[in-house]
């Protein structure tokens, strides 16, 4: 059981994980759709979108669906994402996480969908 229980949608969609070099504009297509997020830094771009509207030759990864947490959380709360991603953790499912000021993203390959939500819904997160 899980030490706090959270409750979860799933996004519309099949998204990806991309990477374009550091100092690249972002392209167009990074922004379309409901759900995007678009993170600079010296070393690299990365974006997660839409599957569907990544260029071929880009580098990416996916299809990923995406699990929104239901916030908001207070911004000085611990342990939200902690306790969400724990159990995945331990059932050896990968994420990748991405917070907003109101709530926590966690992107998982399509591949564990399923065996994610088994672990989940056993540590007590609901999906709304």
């Known amino acids: 059981m ?14 990806a994980i991309c990477q374009l070099p550091s100092g690249s504009a972002i392209p167009g ?3 379309s759709g409901a759900f995007f997020s678009i993170t600079a830094t010296d070393e690299e771009l990365s974006i997660v979108c839409q599957a569907g509207v990544v260029p071929t ?4 990864d996916g299809p ?29 499912i990968p994420v990748f996480a991405i917070a907003t000021y109101n709530t926590d993203y966690v992107l998982i390959s399509e ?14 997160h609901n999906r709304i």
Request: aromatic share 10%.
């Open 2 to 15: 899980a030490s706090r229980e959270l409750r979860y949608s799933v996004a519309q969609g099949q998204f």
């Open 29 to 31: 297509w990074a922004s």
């Open 57 to 60: 030759g880009v580098k990416a």
């Open 64 to 92: 990923f669906v995406c699990l929104k947490l239901r916030g908001p959380f207070p911004l000085n709360e611990t342990g939200v994402l902690s306790s969400f991603i724990q159990p995945l953790a331990a059932a050896a």
């Open 111 to 124: 591949r564990f969908a399923a065996s994610a939500e088994e672990v989940l819904r056993a540590a007590g």
